[in-house]
């Protein structure tokens, strides 16, 4: 692994610091809980919140506030499925319990590397990377890269970018689309993964890493590293892996 990291990242991977995407929490009325018999069970929202406010799979949350039949089943539950309106989690987590009660659900956060950049936004930029990830960006940005390139607020979940679990050392992009609408016309020297918090500049504490982007031998592989104005740019492939020493 050569990509720099941040000492802001450095300090939240030694801390596990409590980072905005991190602190998920939703309170409703229109929760439901649903025994899935041999199925998965679930949870439902009539109103379809649960992506708006920031749940995916592979979350682990707790469960407050059900008072009839799903009663101090509160968790934590493994996030197997996901959607506007359903949470899915294992077969025996839950029992029916109709809406009407006031449920919140709380996303727990292991500090991991994939919690600590859930929600995140990759920037592309031109020109040589920087000496440290802790150094201003320098270059022209190119693109940012969010979710189905989607909007992007910072400290907000819409359109932030995912991993996805990890296996033998190495973590990958999930199966959402990623990719942005180019802002200028140039060649991806470098990229800038960002935390949800989206900070830039100089700084110790923004929590980021960077890499260089390359068609044959970069951090990030890319089939063509130029990035045209206008255009869509889409990230097909991006892992990390942890060196074993």
Do not use: H
Not at 39 to 64: H, M, Q, R
Not at 225 to 235: L, P, R, S
């Amino acid at each position: 692994m050569s990509i720099k990291l941040s000492t802001g990242l450095r300090q939240a991977l030694l801390k596990k610091a409590v980072t905005r995407s991190a602190v998920v929490t939703m309170t409703a009325t229109t929760i439901a809980a649903v025994d899935g018999s041999t199925g998965n069970d679930s949870l439902t929202d009539s109103d379809d919140g649960f992506l708006t406010a920031g749940f995916s799979v592979g979350d682990s949350i707790l469960v407050i506030g059900f008072a009839g039949g799903a009663a101090g089943m509160i968790g934590p539950f493994e996030i197997l499925a996901a959607g506007d309106g359903t949470l899915e989690v294992a077969t025996g987590s839950l029992a029916d319990d109709a809406a009407t009660e006031s449920v919140t659900i709380v996303r727990l956060c292991s500090g991991s590397w994939r919690d600590i950049f859930k929600d995140g936004v990759l920037d592309l930029y031109s020109g040589a990377i920087p000496a440290t990830a802790d150094t201003a960006e320098s270059g022209v940005k190119l693109a940012s890269i969010t979710l189905a390139s989607g909007a992007f607020t910072a400290n907000q979940p819409a359109n932030g970018l995912e991993f996805g679990a990890p296996s033998a050392g190495v973590i990958a992009k999930d199966s959402g689309v990623w990719s942005g609408v180019g802002l200028a016309t140039g060649e991806a020297g470098y990229f800038v993964f960002y935390d949800n918090a989206y900070t830039t500049g100089g700084s110790t504490t923004s929590v980021r890493f960077m890499g260089t982007c390359s068609e044959t031998s970069g951090d990030l592989i890319m089939s063509d590293c130029t990035v045209t104005e206008g255009a869509t740019k889409t990230i097909s492939a991006f892992t990390i892996t942890l060196p074993a020493y």
